[in-house]
């Protein structure tokens, strides 16, 4: 979303000669919708690492994701939590909030 974040990435890419295999795009990962094969999202905040998550899925591409920000996912509106199956089986979304309110100390 930040355009000195875009900056950096493109001077790291260009000192890595790799510059000409990369698209730098500066929007929210859920209104993403172009091809690619390979997914890197660095701190994505909230529920922006699930999003480009499922994106990648979606496109079967690798990926690279490193969250942060884990304060920010009781605001989600594009991803249920818990993910796992096995956790909505026990947990619903407002548990799943306060145990993890419990555990990080959000």
């Known amino acids: 979303m930040k355009k000195e974040s875009l900056d950096i990435a493109r001077e790291r890419a260009i000192k890595a ?19 690619f094969n390979i997914g890197v999202a660095l701190h994505a905040c909230g529920e922006a ?5 499922v994106k990648c899925l979606e496109k079967h591409a690798s990926y690279v994701l490193a ?4 304060g920010k996912i009781q605001h989600a509106c594009h991803v249920t939590f818990p993910r796992s199956s096995v956790f909505r089986s026990i947990l619903d979304q407002q548990q799943y909030l306060q145990v993890r309110q419990l555990l990080f100390k959000v």
Do not use: P, W
């Open 17 to 35: 000669g790799v510059e000409h295999m990369l698209k730098y795009v500066r929007a929210r990962v859920e209104n993403f919708q172009d091809d």
């Open 49 to 53: 690492t699930d999003i480009a998550h």
């Open 67 to 70: 969250s942060c920000c884990l």
